[in-house]
């Protein structure tokens, strides 16, 4: 939730951080702005709006900024609306800053501003901070930064320029994440490594209470008691093709075409004598064979991916498994003891309420075992174990290969429980395994011939409402097909476990109302079947999703989908594909902004 990044070297800056602040884009796009120091001054432009929409115009009529040193943000906004004016940067002519997190003491840090006689001009949380630097800034940032972030509770990860220091940039955070870039006579600072690919792939991470005072010949880092602190160079594995759209027309698109490759990379090192291996985190059999259970916590797809995750652990090995969104997890007081295993999934790392659920987790003792995909971020560094995926960047806000590289982990996980506890023998798991690795070539079918998705998501724009259902594992397929078709093209729907339908929610069905049916379980297909006429006699225009040797006939849909067959088991990830295909071409229909839906960030750094 928002972006930041500053430049300070022999450059003109202006160009390095608009072109920095576009890769951050998708962690929120309400407004943008930059504050540089030219001349001896702080001059800052910004703007409502998305970058090219508001910013770069207003930098256009600004004329050339001609500064070395300068910060960026590009804003999710959670205190005060998108405007002009409760866009970062945010300061005076003294000191300026650019913040991603949020105050939560804000009201009262404000009430003691105005008495010390400072004045307020937007609705933001940040502003409290720029101006409590100011308060405390007598000469020396690195002390005005301790004072004031002493004062502040909450999240932040801040930039921050002093006009007197004008070739520096300072930053300090709290549980947002900030990485500091090391290039060649120039360095940067940035919210993550995709910002900074183009310029260097060396970086240090900025931890919680570290401070960093940065010039372009390096930077150094103390804590808040102005210790000094040595910091190791980390270095990026990405690479910047991964963070751009490489022909596709959305990056959504690109990302749902990397999926093989994502699988394959994820799930190949993981694979040792064709059985699946967990020796790189220390996740032994043993400690598989006497946790009394197992949780799932996460947000979101991410939390679909889990639901994957328990009907094949449960139906495998018969061990309980509770799967909790991280929001509702962290406040419930869950039963949960150390002699459990805790298994948190995250695309960024930084999910604000899974953080949270992990370190609940870590204090009860529990094991805890994270699917992370940002190497580097909070929850990869905090949890116990850590096993990445290596889907590379994801961009879209819309999550396709993140998800898709969570549960092809997850069924590593899976046959991994299910051997260890001696409920499936090597041979069986082998056979498995085997399974498993032909994934790839699969989800490539699914993407040779797109016009079915475009014929079944032409027939979803018109409608107000429209509704996934499924059983068993196509129930937890619905879910994420139904959340990802709200997300991207605001279209209203809801999966239903096909058998509940009849329950209340059958009245809904109207004449022409789409219902997209996912029918890949032939154990449960009958029952599917079943429901699916159960619409189509009301009017539901049916289109189903099932594996090519099912039958599905007239009489039960209207529209079918046929996708290669990868067994009940494994189904979720080969359907997975005509559900994220359908949700990417009902955005471009509609002409929505399919890579940065309204109102979303990617990286929710807030709960
Ligand atoms: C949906 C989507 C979100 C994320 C959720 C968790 O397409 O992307 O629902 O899955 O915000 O994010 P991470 O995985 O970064 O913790």
Same mark, same amino acid.
């Given at each position: 939730m928002c972006g930041i990044v500053g430049y300070t070297g022999k450059n003109k800056c202006e160009d390095i951080l608009i072109n920095s602040l576009r890769k951050l884009e998708y962690r929120g796009y309400d407004s943008a702005g930059i504050a540089v120091i030219e001349n001896g001054k702080i001059k800052t432009v910004k703007s409502k709006g998305k970058i090219n929409d508001g910013l770069v115009k207003k930098l256009e009529d600004a004329g050339t900024l001609n500064a070395v040193t300068g910060i960026g943000h590009t804003r999710w906004a959670t205190h005060g609306e998108p405007s002009d004016i409760n866009s970062h940067p945010i300061g005076n002519s003294r000191v300026t800053i650019v913040h991603n997190g949020i105050i939560e003491n804000y009201r009262k840090l404000k009430t003691f501003l105005i008495e010390k006689g400072y004045e307020f001009e937007s609705e933001t949380d940040t502003e409290t901070v720029a101006k409590l630097l100011d308060y405390y800034y007598t000469g020396n940032p690195v002390e005005a930064i301790s004072k004031a972030v002493t004062d502040i509770e909450g999240a932040y990860a801040l930039g921050i320029i002093f006009r007197d220091y004008p070739d520096m940039i300072y930053a300090v955070r709290k549980d947002s994440p900030l990485i500091v870039g090391i290039g060649d006579g120039e360095m940067y600072i940035a919210s993550d490594m995709t910002a900074l690919l183009e310029y260097t792939k060396k970086y240090y991470l900025l931890e919680t209470g570290e401070i960093a005072a940065i010039s372009q010949n390096g930077a150094s880092f103390c804590d808040l008691h102005g210790n000094k602190i040595k910091k190791e160079e980390q270095i990026a594995t990405w690479d910047v093709s991964e963070a751009e759209k490489g022909g596709f027309e959305h990056f959504m698109l690109k990302e749902i075409h990397e999926q093989p490759n994502a699988v394959t990379k994820t799930i190949s090192p993981r694979i040792k004598d064709g059985l699946p291996c967990f020796e790189e985190c220390g996740l032994t059999d043993e400690m598989l064979r006497n946790y009394h259970h197992i949780f799932i916590v996460a947000c979101g797809s991410a939390m679909h991916a889990g639901m994957v995750g328990k009907y094949i652990i449960e139906s495998m090995s018969r061990t309980p498994v509770i799967v909790d969104i991280a929001s509702e997890f962290r406040y419930r007081n869950p039963l949960l003891s150390a002699d459990d295993l805790v298994v948190i999934i995250s695309q960024?790392? *930084?999910t604000a309420d899974t953080k949270a659920a992990l370190e609940l987790a870590n204090e009860v003792g529990a094991d805890t075992l994270a699917f992370v995909n940002v190497v580097g971020s909070s929850i990869a560094r905090e949890a116990k174990m850590v096993m990445f995926t290596?889907?590379?960047? *994801?961009?879209?806000?819309?999550?396709?290969k993140a998800y898709m590289v969570q549960v092809a982990l997850m069924y590593l996980l899976s046959f991994r429980v299910a051997l260890a506890r001696h409920a499936i023998t090597e041979e069986q798991c082998r056979d498995y395994i085997t399974e498993l690795e032909k994934i790839p070539d699969k989800i490539s079918e699914c993407l040779k011939d797109l016009d079915p998705y475009r014929k079944a998501a032409s027939r979803l724009v018109g409608a107000d409402s429209l509704l996934y259902i499924g059983r068993g594992l196509d129930y937890a397929l619905s879910m994420e097909g139904s959340l990802k078709l709200k997300e991207i093209s605001y279209i209203h729907s809801e999966s239903y476990a096909a058998g509940e339908l009849k329950h209340g929610t059958i009245s809904l069905i109207c004449d022409g109302m789409p219902v997209i049916a996912v029918a890949t379980q032939r154990e449960l297909l009958a029952k599917t079947i079943s429901n699916m006429r159960e619409v189509k006699t009301r009017g539901a225009y049916v289109i189903a999703i099932c594996p090519k040797g099912i039958s599905v006939d007239a009489e039960s849909a209207d529209q079918i989908i046929e996708i290669p067959d990868a067994g009940d088991m494994l189904m979720p990830l080969v359907a997975v594909v005509p559900l994220q295909l359908i949700a990417y071409y009902a955005s471009v229909l509609r002409g929505n902004d399919v890579d940065k839906p309204r109102n979303l960030a990617k990286s929710v750094t807030v709960e």
């Open positions: 960024s790392g *930084e290596y889907a590379g960047p *994801e961009i879209s806000v819309a999550s396709t």
